[in-house]
T-cell receptor
Framework: GAVVSQHPSRVICKSGTSVKIECRSLDFQATTMFWYRQFPKKSLMLMATSNEGSKATYEQGVEKDKFLINHASLTLSTLTVTSAHPEDSSFYIC??????????????FGSGTQLSVL | QQQVKQSPQSLIVQKGGISIINCAYENTAFDYFPWYQQFPGKGPALLIAIRPDVSEKKEGRFTISFNKSAKQFSLHIMDSQPGDSATYFCAASISGGYNKLIFGAGTRLAVHP
């Protein structure tokens, strides 16, 4: 299957700092990537849809000024958690769709980033 | 956003047994139903998926059964192994547009030796 690389896998930061998470599609181009958030023992909640060359689309209740998404190329999307606070601590996972594969609804996930804000 | 209901929340199965996880959806526009497996600290991995035009799909030890009229689908893991111990998520999406995946709440499966 297609490979989605996410970095870093784990980050610890102080409250008030910003953290950037990268998501790369390694062997395919992704015009659309998705960012999910997952709390311990909970399901994945879609935060936003990242579109190459245009603004991201955020789900209801997600603060777009808190979670900045940039999709500057067909293989890279970044999520920046700005002015992080302890309540932002969570597991963040990106995903992308490889349109070369059928069905093209197949979604491939990165390995996730565990963010801990002290 | 909870349009896909998954049960049970947790499941314990003996090695060699059959694990069964059920999901129900509300939106009749959904037309793609995948199952994902997730190990702790990792991203979900696609196991198997089905469309509403078939009632069953089998890949190795994994089978999806789909009941369109009841708006339900289930995952069966035959000959369950300790290595299958993970969290399983069902999901649903609508073709076209961005195909946003909506996930169920997840089932934590433990397969005991």
């Amino acid at each position: 299957g297609a490979v989605v690389s996410q970095h870093p896998s784990r980050v610890i930061c102080k409250s008030g700092t910003s953290v950037k998470i990268e998501c790369r599609s390694l062997d395919f181009q992704a015009t659309t990537m998705f960012w999910y958030r997952q709390f311990p023992k909970k399901s994945l909640m879609l935060m936003a849809t990242s579109n190459e060359g245009s603004k991201a689309t955020y789900e209801q209740g997600v603060e777009k000024d808190k979670f900045l998404i940039n999709h500057a190329s067909l293989t890279l999307s970044t999520l920046t958690v700005t002015s992080a606070h302890p309540e932002d601590s969570s597991f963040y996972i990106c995903s992308a769709r490889d349109l070369r594969q059928a069905p093209n609804e197949k979604l491939f996930f990165g390995s996730g980033t565990q963010l801990s804000v002290l | 956003q909870q349009q896909v209901k998954q049960s049970p929340q947790s499941l314990i199965v003996q090695k060699g047994g059959i694990s069964i996880i059920n999901c129900a959806y509300e939106n009749t526009a959904f037309d793609y139903f995948p199952w994902y497996q997730q190990f702790p600290g990792k991203g979900p991995a696609l196991l198997i998926a089905i469309r509403p035009d078939v009632s069953e799909k089998k890949e190795g030890r994994f089978t999806i059964s789909f009941n369109k009229s009841a708006k339900q689908f289930s995952l069966h893991i035959m000959d369950s192994q300790p290595g299958d111990s993970a969290t399983y998520f069902c999901a649903a999406s609508i073709s076209g547009g961005y195909n946003k995946l909506i996930f169920g709440a997840g089932t934590r499966l433990a397969v005991h030796p």
